[in-house]
């Protein structure tokens, strides 16, 4: 079977740094993706890693090591309207579909 | 563009009855999916289909079926709702298999 492990929720200040961590469980898979879903609101594209290592695009940026089973979400110079719930996914090397984890609930306090 | 939109944005049924939510996207998207999200959880794929006129099902296809018969549009039917059944409902579409499109989602209440 597949699955993607998330924190549940994490808090961070705002001006700071948060990471959001993403392990998972798969036989194979193409490259692991973010969402941003504020509440109520529909999941948004973040950012996606094929390949190991470091993709920044501007105050996030998102890191994966296959030989860990492991990647995370940084985001930077947090701003209030970075609360939201992110999710990590991966896609099926066999089937195409795209496995979600269950999603990190961030509280940014000022 | 629209993007992706989705119709009704609400709805109410009663155990047993039916209906039909519509996806549309103005994105010329190869791929379309249909996903449910319920309180706490990830989205969980119900069917997809790769192209006009294919469907494939998803993690929890049992009690949904879908139709692409134009490529803009992939409808989602409940053949007899149960309130197992009520969520939240989001249409997606994509050109590769990096980035999702997402709609704004349909809030179903099944009693």
């Known amino acids: 079977g597949q699955s993607l492990e998330q924190p549940s929720e994490v808090t961070a200040v705002e001006g700071a740094i948060v990471q959001i961590n993403c392990t998972y469980q798969t036989s194979g898979f193409y490259g692991l993706s973010w969402y941003q879903q504020h509440d109520g609101g529909a999941p948004t594209f973040l950012s996606y890693?094929?390949l190991d290592g470091l993709e920044e695009t501007g105050r996030f940026s998102s890191f994966l090591s296959r030989s860990d089973s492991y990647g995370y979400l940084l985001l930077q110079e947090l701003q209030m309207k970075d609360s939201a719930s992110y999710f990590c996914a991966v896609r099926n090397r066999s089937n195409y579909q795209l496995i979600w984890g269950a999603g990190t609930k961030l509280i940014i306090k000022p | 563009n629209a993007g992706v939109t989705q119709t009704p944005k609400f709805r109410v049924l009663k155990t047993g009855q039916s209906m039909t939510l519509l996806c549309a996207q103005d994105m010329n998207h190869e791929y379309m999916y249909w996903y449910r999200q319920d309180p706490g959880m990830g989205l969980r794929l119900i069917h997809y289909?790769?192209?006009?006129?294919?469907?494939a099902k998803g993690e929890v296809p049992d009690g949904y079926n879908v139709s692409r018969l134009k490529k803009q549009n992939f409808l989602l039917g409940l053949e007899s709702a149960a309130p197992s059944q009520t969520s939240v409902y989001f249409c997606?579409?994509?050109?590769?298999?990096?980035?999702?499109?997402f709609g704004p989602g349909t809030r179903l209440t099944v009693l």
């Open positions: 289909s790769v192209g006009e006129g294919t469907t």
């Open positions: 890693n094929a």
């Open positions: 997606a579409s994509s050109s590769n298999d990096n980035e999702q499109f």
